[in-house]
Structure formats: structure tokens, C-alpha cells
T-cell receptor, first 116, second 114 residues
Framework: AQKITQTQPGMFVQEKEAVTLDCTYD???????LFWYKQPSSGEMIFLIY??????QNATEGRYSLNFQKARKSANLVISASQLGDSAMYFC?????????????FGQGTRLTINP | DVKVTQSSRYLVKRTGEKVFLECVQD?????MFWYRQDPGLGLRLIYF???????EKGDIPEGYSVSREKKERFSLILESASTNQTSMYLC?????????????FGQGTRLTVV
């Protein structure tokens, strides 16, 4: 069965510092995708970044990058130059890509607080 | 714009009632999902569907059922609501078979069972 683990319930970071949010996963499927979402206090789920299991390069989207270490089954999110608006819940998710059902499961989340 | 719409933002129901949560998407997505979100537990998958009339159990299906009669609509049913089903419920949809296509979420339904 798929499993996603986020071990940091909360993180506190000074504005303008870089922050790394941890995510480890477990799957027996060779083809899968990893996602990060942001959930601000308003409750909406905002897609941030995607990494495919066969991608050779780490994904980047603006200030977000994904540190993908396949052998260690980790997919950490790195936010560079943090801003006050980055304060939110962050969720890591995994989807297995197969011919039938595509299950999408999430981790427990990390609450990130950016201090001025 | 992609839109996933949940029928209610807030809902209060009595214990033992049958409750229907509706979700509609307008992007012709094959996959649809129902999650519940509780503090400290993240999003837990209740049921998902990859085609009309197809459904798969997620990690916490007990006490719930689903219906997908049309591609755009995915309903979550609480057969007999209980207080431990008080939670935020999130619906999502995505394309099937396209690696990298993210899921889009509805605004959530906060259900309180009294």
C-alpha cells in the first residue's frame, strides 16, 4: 500500500531564509508521481510542484524546488527566500500511475510559520 | 478555469441521518476523490473513482459510500451519520493516465454531526 510520511508537524523560519519540508514515501509501483500542495488559512488547496518517478532532474517552479532522492524514497520541498505569505499547511502527496485506478494519497502535513 | 464545486460549504446534521455530499467538476476529469481532513491527520482518502460507475475504497471507507452515475459528479454518502464523522470533507478531480497532472480541489464542506 502507498504511504506518505511528513515528520515535521510544525516549522518556524525567519523571513528570507530557505526552508526544507520533509517527505518520505513508500510504494512498490515503479511508476508514480509526487506532488506538493499548499493550504493557506483560507482552506484552498494550491498545487505547487510535481516530480515523476522517471524524471532525471529535480523539479523546480520559481522559489520551489523538489529534492528528489529516489533510492531514499524522499521528496523534500525546498522554498528559497521565504516570505510571510508562505505561512500555511504544506502537504506531500503521491499518485501511482497504472492502467486502472490512480490512487492519490497525502501525508499528515507540515504547518510552516514564517516570522518577520 | 478548472472548477470543482462542492454543494455546501457548511452542513449541520443529526446523528443517524443519511447525508449526501455532492461534488461536480467541469474539466471532463476521469479521476475523482473524496478526502476527509482532520488536524494532525492530514488528508485521508475515503473513496475514489476512475470512471463512471467505478469506485475504489480508499484508506478509511467505513461508514461511507459513493456514487458516480455521471462523469462530472461524484457523491459521498454517509449512511447513518455519527459524531466521529464531524470533519472537513474535500473533493478533488484529475485526468487519468497523465503523469504530472495535478488534482484540483473543491472548496471543502465542513460537516458537523450533532
Amino acid at each position: 500500500a502507498q504511504k506518505i510520511t511528513q515528520t515535521q508537524p510544525g516549522m518556524f523560519v525567519q523571513e528570507k531564509e530557505a526552508v526544507t519540508l520533509d517527505c518520505t514515501y513508500d510504494t512498490s509501483d515503479p511508476s508514480y508521481g509526487l506532488f506538493w500542495y499548499k493550504q493557506p488559512s483560507s482552506g484552498e488547496m494550491i498545487f505547487l510542484i510535481y516530480q515523476g518517478s522517471y524524471d532525471q532532474q529535480n523539479a523546480t517552479e520559481g522559489r520551489y524546488s523538489l529534492n528528489f532522492q529516489k533510492a531514499r524514497k524522499s521528496a523534500n520541498l525546498v522554498i528559497s527566500a521565504s516570505q510571510l505569505g508562505d505561512s500555511a499547511m504544506y502537504f506531500c502527496a503521491m499518485r501511482e500511475d497504472n492502467q486502472g485506478a490512480q490512487k492519490l494519497v497525502f501525508g499528515q502535513g507540515t504547518r510552516l510559520t514564517i516570522n518577520p | 478555469d478548472v472548477k470543482v464545486t462542492q454543494s455546501s460549504r457548511y452542513l449541520v446534521k443529526r446523528t443517524g441521518e443519511k447525508v449526501f455530499l455532492e461534488c461536480v467538476q467541469d474539466m471532463d476529469h476521469e479521476n475523482m476523490f473524496w478526502y476527509r481532513q482532520d488536524p494532525g491527520l492530514g488528508l485521508r482518502l475515503i473513496y475514489f473513482s476512475y470512471d463512471v460507475k467505478m469506485k475504489e475504497k480508499g484508506d478509511i471507507p467505513e461508514g461511507y459510500s459513493v456514487s458516480r452515475e455521471k462523469k462530472e459528479r461524484f457523491s459521498l454518502i454517509l449512511e447513518s451519520a455519527s459524531t466521529n464523522q464531524t470533519s472537513m470533507y474535500l473533493c478533488a478531480s484529475s485526468y487519468r493516465g497523465r503523469a504530472g497532472t495535478e488534482a484540483f480541489f473543491g472548496q471543502g464542506t465542513r460537516l458537523t454531526v450533532v
